[in-house]
């Protein structure tokens, strides 16, 4: 930080931190191991809008990630204008599309849109309700969210995802940052801005 932005009382935004994404595989194993969620093989990266000149670079260079990639990628818009990057592999090809997912990631940050990048999400599934997975960029951390229908969630097995996860993923300790993805690809569940609420 520099000494103006100290002593003006300016943040300066923090680097997403990406290669974090690369502890859930390990983690997954660990998550298998002890219940019943299995992966999807879908996963997501949540961009937010920008205005202006901001907006249309974002957008320029998803366009060009999406060119590039052989249609590995899909983009699609939830209704509060958020952009995400859904990403399909097999099942059983986590670490697969946990690299996938960094790339799309480190091609949008290496382009010098970082502070855009909001969240990975990374679906699961006990058979009869899916879960999201959530990278917080900015923190650094993960969290599970469990919808239950109806704009309900499932606190209960949230937290009990937490305890098994809690030794293996960096665990957001802030529950009130646990924020409902509703509509998010990959989770089934209308879109919400992680990074509005913190």
């Known amino acids: 930080m520099r000494i103006l932005d100290v002593l003006l009382g300016r943040t300066r935004p923090v680097p997403p931190d990406l290669d974090r994404l690369f502890t859930l595989p390990a983690a997954a194993v660990i998550l298998q191991a002890a219940s019943s969620w299995r992966p999807t093989g879908v996963g997501a990266v949540c961009v937010k809008p920008a205005s202006g000149g901001a907006f249309t670079g974002v957008a320029q260079e998803i366009d060009r990630l999406l060119s590039m990639d052989g249609g590995r990628y899909e983009r699609r818009t939830d209704s509060f ?4 990057l859904l990403r399909r592999t ?16 480190a091609t949008v940050r290496d382009a010098g849109f970082g502070p855009a990048l909001l969240c990975t999400v990374v679906g699961f599934t006990d058979g009869s309700r899916p879960m ?8 650094g951390t993960w969290y599970p969210f469990v919808p239950a229908g109806d ?12 305890e098994m ?12 940052r646990w924020f409902p993805l509703w509509g998010a690809p990959g989770i089934d569940a209308p879109g919400r801005d992680p990074d509005t609420h913190g």
């Open 81 to 84: 204008g958020y952009s995400w």
């Open 90 to 105: 097999g099942e059983q090809d986590l670490a697969g599309l946990v690299t996938d997912l960094h790339a799309a990631n």
């Open 132 to 139: 999201g997975l959530i990278y917080l960029y900015k923190r």
């Open 151 to 162: 704009q309900r969630r499932d606190n209960p097995a949230e937290l009990e995802v937490r």
């Open 165 to 176: 996860l809690a030794g293996e993923l960096p665990i957001e300790p802030d529950l009130s």
